[in-house]
């Protein structure tokens, strides 16, 4: 899987207008169940395409842990493999980045963050910029999230939030974590 993504990883351009996707690490509960039926982030990389701007891109960023070679795991035999990479790889504006491309710096230059639950769409609020949640999210309840589950909504989300001022999203994420502090579980690692 790694031959095959740094093969088919071409440079980021962090100039150009673009969304970072995030792909999860499957399996996981924040895909399965969580995503509903965009376990397969295939479709949603599908849906974010046919709704971006003519000149929008989708950086797709493979999670690390996804690697085989990394330490094998046999969960992880049954997911995604060459062939999901081939599908994602047509869809059209996406650019696979790759893995040693930093997280910080495709959040601080792209238009969006996106991914079905992942850590960039909250590290990207932290740095005013919006979000996009494919399935059911905590973050949803953010003023600069959208938690996609239907389309009807994506294109005007895209188009108004682009509106936006970094600072203002800021200040919603900073209300949403004060919201959130009553929902919370204060636990140390």
Do not use: M
């Amino acid at each position: 899987l790694r031959n095959w993504l740094e093969k088919n990883s071409t440079f980021t351009d962090l100039k150009k207008k673009y969304v970072y996707f995030a792909l999860h690490y499957q399996p996981e509960r924040s895909t399965d169940p969580e995503a509903i039926y965009f376990t397969d982030q295939t479709l949603a990389i599908e849906l974010l395409a046919d709704n971006l701007p003519e000149d929008y891109y989708i950086y797709v960023k493979e999670h690390p842990r996804q690697y085989n070679d990394n330490f094998p795991d046999i969960k992880k035999t049954h997911f995604r493999d060459i062939e999901d990479y081939e599908k994602i790889k047509k869809i059209k504006n996406v650019i696979f980045v790759t893995s040693d491309k930093s997280a910080k710096d495709l959040i601080d230059n792209c238009k969006f963050t996106a991914s079905c639950n992942g850590t960039n769409v909250f590290e990207g609020l932290a740095e005013g910029k919006p979000g996009i949640v494919f399935g059911k999210s905590w973050l949803s309840n953010c003023k600069n999230v959208l938690n996609v589950n239907k389309i009807d909504n994506l294109k005007e989300y895209i188009n108004i939030t682009s509106l936006k001022s970094k600072e203002n999203i800021k200040e919603d994420f900073i209300e949403f974590l004060n919201w959130s502090v009553d929902y919370g579980t204060v636990s140390v690692v």
